[in-house]
């Protein structure tokens, strides 16, 4: 969860149309900060939690299929390894005992082709210019990677040119390549967006990470440019992850979408740097780093050479292969042509650099916990004496780490109508430190499904937040996205910000020992000692939002503002 995000789908000529939507709209992303409800209005007054009815769904459930699916034994669930195959099949068996029907055309497995990049680069990167020869180290200074299906990509005196953040967005008069001319060079590009270093908070949305922010984004608005390289300086707090975080999800072998061009649209090297590294190269250019951050960070900032060049090569093996998402179904009793779907990605990262002498990144809370709410949900539904109206869709999808592979295939190959898809309700990262008394919505503002969360958060004696970290831009990096940029409503909500019986300090604490000690490590690892009252808790909670919405003809909508309604309302006036 988090770091990933799609895969390329903006086209130049829909970027600015689509982003224009993104950014601007108070009720967009997680940043509806004139509309949401504060804590003294829509919190309980008390601690005292709900009996949990007798729907299938407990602490017990969850831990049983966590422990499975994050066990040594899947080996960490990276696509085209030993570990999909036994997550895929796992799932396929737990569904087929509840009863649920396959949901891809007979089977329970839709195939989704990708292709496998396992790059290795020089360990040394070398850097000249300006009389100097500076070496920067693979790991410790760098991460390279290619999506360029080419056995060997090689980089030799690539001018290196800074260009701000690396952002194209006409709807804020901002332009980091202006008077630039960027082919044949590599640009090197800060972290975030401009509006993230808080010197002015009328910039883009201010703390909230905006999609220009991303990784992705930069890397395509680079080639977009010409340019033959993009290198991202990684700073942790605009990052809102560390180093170690870029090293466990870049290193090593990257899966991407197959694609008719094998990737000669992109930039031929993608990768990062540390700020440490970036410092030093700003010196070797004769500049200031603090300098030019400074310039970014301010409108009418222009480009500028760096009077350096960058040498490096990288290796491939390239493999093209055919991963899974699994797909199961409850057929709805008078409307089974309209759907609502339960998503959540199985697979993690595989086995990688060893941590305290462990290899093997089990993905327990990410992702374990979303597919063992998935399946939770399932038993409660098949248990229920009312059955659902709609059909009722679990989706577990491949390539999420990769960059929301699976869930945007599956969006953009839907087996089931989009116009006919009523909403996707997503789990990913169900915590694992005791009942919450907050219901945080990622991207609050943007759907009646808010009304919907809202509802069954009062079952709870809960009450419902945005996301209190919106400048990790958390709305653009989960499953949740691939479905909202085809117009289906999606909601992606858990407790993440006071405990029930600790409060907030000891919430906050949590997640930030878990981002900091186990998120993309070997540490995130099944415990017996965990507390997931609050995770049972979460899934059935969405549980509820489901059977709400399979009771129901309307189908919810986005909101006044939301980027994404003008998409549905032109699917549904289509069907």
Same mark, same amino acid.
């Not at 590599?186 to 990784?215: C, E």
């Given at each position: 969860?988090?770091?990933?995000?799609?895969?390329?789908w903006?086209?130049?000529?829909?970027?600015?149309?689509?982003?224009?939507?993104?950014?601007?709209?108070?009720?967009?992303?997680?940043?509806?900060?004139?509309?949401?409800?504060?804590?003294?209005?829509?919190?309980?007054?008390?601690?005292a939690?709900?009996p949990?009815?007798?729907?299938?769904?407990?602490?017990?459930?969850?831990?049983?299929h966590?422990?499975?699916?994050?066990?040594?034994?899947?080996?960490?669930r990276?696509?085209?390894?030993?570990?999909?195959?036994?997550?895929?099949?796992?799932?396929?068996?737990?569904?087929?005992?509840?009863?649920?029907?396959?949901?891809?055309?007979?089977?329970?497995?839709?195939?989704?082709?990708?292709?496998?990049?396992?790059?290795?680069?020089d360990?040394?990167?070398?850097?000249?210019?300006?009389?100097?020869?500076?070496?920067?180290k693979?790991?410790?200074?760098?991460?390279?990677?290619?999506?360029?299906?080419?056995?060997?990509?090689?980089?030799?005196?690539?001018?290196?040119?800074?260009?701000g953040?690396?952002?194209?967005?006409?709807?804020?008069n901002?332009?980091?390549y202006?008077?630039?001319?960027?082919?044949?060079?590599?640009?090197?590009?800060?972290?975030?967006d401009?509006?993230?270093?808080?010197?002015?908070?009328?910039m883009?949305?201010?703390?909230?990470?905006?999609y220009?922010g991303?990784w992705?984004?930069?890397y395509?608005?680079a !080639?977009?440019?010409? @340019?033959?390289? %993009?290198? +991202?300086i990684?700073?942790? *707090?605009? $990052?809102?992850?560390?180093?170690t975080?870029?090293?466990?999800?870049?290193?090593?072998?990257?899966?991407?979408?197959?694609?008719?061009?094998?990737?000669a649209?992109?930039?031929?090297l993608?990768?990062?740097?540390?700020?440490?590294?970036?410092?030093?190269?700003?010196?070797?250019?004769?500049?200031?780093?603090?300098?030019?951050?400074?310039?970014?960070?301010?409108?009418?900032?222009?480009?500028?050479?760096?009077?350096?060049?960058l040498?490096?090569?990288?290796?491939?093996?390239?493999?093209?292969?055919?991963?899974?998402?699994?797909?199961?179904?409850?057929?709805?009793?008078?409307?089974?042509k309209?759907?609502?779907?339960?998503?959540?990605?199985?697979?993690?990262?595989?086995?990688?650099?060893?941590?305290?002498?462990?290899?093997?990144?089990?993905?327990?809370?990410?992702n !374990?916990s979303?597919? @063992?709410?998935? %399946?939770? +949900?399932?038993?409660?539904? *098949?248990? $229920?004496k009312?059955?659902?109206?709609?059909?009722i869709v679990?989706?577990?999808?491949?390539?999420?780490?990769?960059?929301?592979?699976?869930?945007?295939?599956?969006?953009?190959?839907?087996?089931?109508?989009?116009?006919?898809?009523?909403a996707?309700?997503?789990?990913?990262?169900?915590?694992?430190?005791?009942?919450?008394r907050?219901?945080?919505?990622?991207?609050?503002?943007?759907?009646?499904?808010?009304?919907?969360?809202?509802?069954?958060?009062?079952?709870?004696?809960?009450?419902?937040?945005p996301?209190q970290?919106?400048?990790?831009?958390?709305?653009?990096?989960?499953?949740?996205?691939?479905?909202?940029?085809?117009?289906?409503?999606?909601?992606?909500?858990?407790?993440q910000f006071?405990?029930?019986?600790?409060?907030?300090?000891?919430?906050?604490?949590?997640?930030?020992?878990?981002?900091?000690?186990?998120?993309?490590?070997?540490?995130d690892?099944?415990?017996?000692k965990?507390?997931?009252r609050?995770?049972?808790?979460?899934?059935?909670?969405?549980?509820?939002?489901g059977?709400?919405?399979a009771?129901?003809?309307a189908?919810?909508?986005?909101?006044?503002?939301?980027?994404?309604k003008?998409?549905?309302e032109?699917?549904?006036?289509?069907?």
């Amino acid at each position: 969860m988090r770091l990933s995000l799609l895969s390329g789908w903006l086209v130049p000529a829909a970027a600015g149309l689509l982003l224009a939507g993104c950014q601007g709209k108070t009720s967009s992303s997680e940043t509806a900060t004139t509309t949401a409800p504060t804590e003294t209005e829509a919190a309980p007054t008390d601690t005292a939690s709900v009996p949990a009815p007798n729907d299938g769904i407990t602490p017990a459930l969850m831990a049983q299929h966590i422990k499975v699916l994050a066990s040594d034994e899947f080996q960490g669930r990276r696509p085209f390894t030993v570990g999909e195959e036994k997550a895929t099949a796992y799932l396929a068996s737990e569904f087929k005992k509840l009863g649920l029907q396959p949901g891809a055309n007979g089977s329970y497995f839709q195939a989704v082709p990708l292709v496998e990049i396992a790059g290795k680069p020089d360990s040394i990167a070398t850097v000249t210019g300006n009389g100097k020869t500076l070496q920067l180290k693979y790991r410790q200074d760098f991460m390279f990677l290619t999506e360029q299906e080419k056995p060997v990509i090689s980089i030799k005196n690539s001018p290196l040119v800074f260009a701000g953040y690396g952002v194209t967005a006409p709807e804020y008069n901002w332009d980091d390549y202006a008077g630039l001319d960027v082919k044949g060079k590599t640009v090197v590009v800060l972290i975030n967006d401009p509006g993230n270093a808080g010197n002015d908070t009328t910039m883009f949305k201010g703390k909230a990470m905006t999609y220009y922010g991303r990784w992705m984004y930069k890397y395509e608005e680079a !080639a977009r440019h010409g @340019a033959t390289g %993009l290198l +991202i300086i990684h700073d942790t *707090k605009p $990052a809102s992850y560390p180093w170690t975080v870029v090293q466990s999800s870049n290193g090593g072998a990257k899966l991407h979408p197959q694609t008719p061009d094998h990737g000669a649209s992109k930039v031929a090297l993608e990768g990062w740097m540390t700020l440490d590294a970036a410092k030093r190269l700003f010196t070797a250019s004769g500049q200031s780093y603090d300098e030019a951050y400074a310039a970014a960070n301010r409108p009418g900032f222009r480009g500028r050479m760096m009077n350096l060049s960058l040498s490096t090569t990288i290796h491939n093996k390239i493999t093209r292969k055919t991963s899974k998402n699994v797909v199961a179904v409850l057929p709805g009793t008078t409307r089974p042509k309209e759907y609502i779907i339960y998503s959540a990605h199985w697979d993690h990262l595989g086995i990688g650099k060893p941590i305290a002498g462990d290899s093997i990144y089990n993905g327990a809370l990410d992702n !374990a916990s979303g597919c @063992a709410g998935l %399946l939770a +949900i399932a038993t409660a539904l *098949k248990q $229920a004496k009312e059955k659902p109206q709609r059909s009722i869709v679990f989706l577990a999808v491949t390539g999420e780490e990769q960059g929301l592979l699976g869930s945007d295939y599956y969006a953009q190959h839907p087996l089931f109508p989009v116009a006919s898809t009523v909403a996707d309700i997503n789990m990913d990262e169900l915590l694992a430190f005791g009942p919450m008394r907050d219901l945080t919505i990622i991207g609050y503002g943007q759907s009646e499904l808010d009304d919907y969360a809202r509802a069954a958060a009062k079952e709870q004696n809960r009450y419902v937040i945005p996301f209190q970290h919106p400048e990790t831009g958390s709305f653009y990096r989960s499953d949740h996205f691939s479905f909202a940029k085809v117009g289906i409503p999606a909601l992606y909500a858990s407790g993440q910000f006071e405990s029930r019986l600790h409060g907030k300090a000891f919430a906050e604490k949590q997640r930030k020992d878990f981002e900091e000690k186990a998120y993309h490590q070997p540490a995130d690892q099944f415990d017996s000692k965990w507390d997931l009252r609050g995770a049972a808790e979460d899934a059935r909670l969405l549980f509820r939002v489901g059977q709400k919405l399979a009771g129901e003809t309307a189908f919810p909508k986005w909101k006044e503002g939301s980027e994404f309604k003008a998409t549905r309302e032109k699917s549904r006036a289509g069907k």
